[in-house]
């Protein structure tokens, strides 16, 4: 294992932040795995999960059983992890700037397309280094401004070139779920079956810039752009890329974070990264991919103190009641009802909210959204 640290740009003097990644394995020996935790810093799951993670990778790499390279971040965000505000974590949103960390990563497809569209051949996989290198030679150039820019460089220099992602995060409250792009759900699939995913949300583009779609979107992209200028040549999909939600905040504990542990290492044991002699079937899945313009987010009309009637992983039919937001100044309660059938994967740890705020989440089996697909 190799471990480096990751100067980020100064922001202040005498102060610097530094992002850490562990590598194992040989780079260029077979297929590179990325994987990163709490982008969102207050997300702490997977920082857990990558504790327990870490050793299983030592103890593959000491007796050969690396075939081709791992990097792991178990801290990808440490601007947002040492932010606080009245002893409360803000790891979502930059202070300085109220940027999302997971939002506004760059459009590689525009970036590289002049670059790569008359170098394109008949060998798909030379196709992929090409485009590789363009997005090494974007970075390269790439000069950061600020410290969060930094941020976003570096993750992006770990991550550009491999061949799948996890990035992952969690929800307030809630289930185990997966966002992932259409074109990387087929190479995904085994993963989001052995950790156990009660709800998974696919889109083409949700919208908003987040790095595992800034990752995997510039393949599919490219490949609409050549194609739209009459070039045909062959363009893989070079990265698969998944955000995964280890339940809700709350859930930390070496319980939970050594079975996810275990699943990320039994799915690389899957597609053959870590040759262990064991190679696990895939579980059988708990649920069906639904669209992410399928999913309703539930929001109270008015403000008042929530309780809710359902606890995540729910199973709603249109009509049910999911929460009631109670005045008590006027003594009046507002019921809140599922719009869709569908799992109710995601809620608010809060229970009191002002007028308009998000509720929860039900993953409908129909798209009936459209524009951005994201929260803020």
Known sequence: MQRIDHALLSPSLGSHKTLTSFHFGTAGSGKKIYIQASLHAEELPGMLASFHLRPLLEAAEAAGQVAGEIVL????????????????????????????FNRHYPDFAKAVLPVVQDKMGPDGAANVALVRQAMADYLAAWAPQTELQSLRKTLLSLAFDAD????????????????????????????????????ILLAKDSGG?????????????????????????PLPQGCCTTTIELRGELDVTHAYAQQDARAIFGFLEHIGVLQTGNQPAVPAPLCQPTPLAGSETL??????????????????????????????????????????????????????????CELG????????RTGPLLGD
């Open 164 to 199: 799948i992602v996890l990035d992952l995060h969690c929800d307030c409250e809630g289930v185990m779920h997966f966002y992932c792009e259409e074109s990387c759900w087929p190479t995904l699939a085994p993963i989001a079956h052995f950790m156990g995913s009660r709800a």
């Open 73 to 100: 971040v178990p801290v990808s965000n440490p601007i947002g992890l040492a932010q606080r505000v009245d002893h409360k974590p803000m790891g979502r949103f930059e202070l300085d700037t109220s940027e999302n």
């Open 299 to 356: 929001r109270a009309a008015a403000p008042g103190v929530v309780t809710f009637a359902v606890e995540p992983g729910s199973t709603l039919r249109t009509g049910d009641l999911v929460a009631e937001v109670i005045n008590p100044i006027e003594g009046t309660v507002q019921s809140v009802r599922a719009g869709v059938d569908g799992v109710f994967y995601a809620r608010i740890r809060d229970r009191y909210v002002t007028a308009g």
């Open 209 to 233: 810039g987040p790095i595992d779609e800034c990752l995997s979107g510039v393949w599919w992209r490219l490949a609409e752009a050549l194609k739209a200028q009459g070039i045909t040549h």
């Open 361 to 368: 989440k039900i993953a409908g089996a129909h798209a009936f």
